[in-house]
């Protein structure tokens, strides 16, 4: 799926805000570490991306309680649900002057059933010609998403027979559905995700 910018401002991809906090120094010194032995914005982008997918376990596969929502909490906790990673992975790559922004896929269980919003990134490396989508959610069995700009390699390829689809914008600051509903969480296990983007509800 080719992405689309909801703005074509490229400086809002770059912006930092209450979520995208990357002026923060948790996340600047984060950035600092995953960029020593890296020698250019595309190896620094894998290593960000490998780090958010494998050092910071997915609340529900690790059943943390603990909600996180602003990246640099995500970094400092070491924990948080498909948004709140995609948000400290947004911030670790505009730390570094690189583009990102927010995306989203609709999905379901295996029987259509439960429909929920999944976030994801996009970003675009510098002499790039396009903007590419990654998935640090987390492995598991089942799941496999990889470092991939060319080819999507994510964590969830979407099943249209199911009522699942990907939402192509790439949003430069996350949905304010996103963050209300994990600012509300009692726990992780309490998140009420959104089942759809507003205007396609």
Known sequence: ????????????????????????PVVQETAALLAEGTHNAHEYA?????YVRDAIPHSYDSGDQRVSWRASDVLEQRNGICYA?????????????????????????????????????????????RWSRLDARGNKPGVDARFSLDTERL?????????????????????????ACLRAAPSSSGILLPTALPEAS
């Open 46 to 50: 894998e290593a960000a991306f490998e």
């Open 155 to 179: 964590a969830f390829p979407v099943r249209p027979e199911l009522g699942e689809c990907d939402y192509p914008l790439v949003y430069a600051a996350p949905l304010p559905a996103v963050v």
């Open 85 to 129: 990673k995609s948000h400290a992975l947004t911030a670790l790559l505009r730390s570094r002057g690189i583009p990102a922004g927010l995306c989203y896929q609709r999905l379901t269980e295996d029987d259509g059933s439960s429909p929920a919003l999944h976030g994801l990134i996009a970003l675009r490396l510098p002499g790039a010609d």
């Open 1 to 24: 799926m080719e992405p689309i910018l909801e703005t074509p401002d490229l400086s809002a991809y770059l912006a930092a805000d209450d979520v995208i906090d990357h002026h923060d």
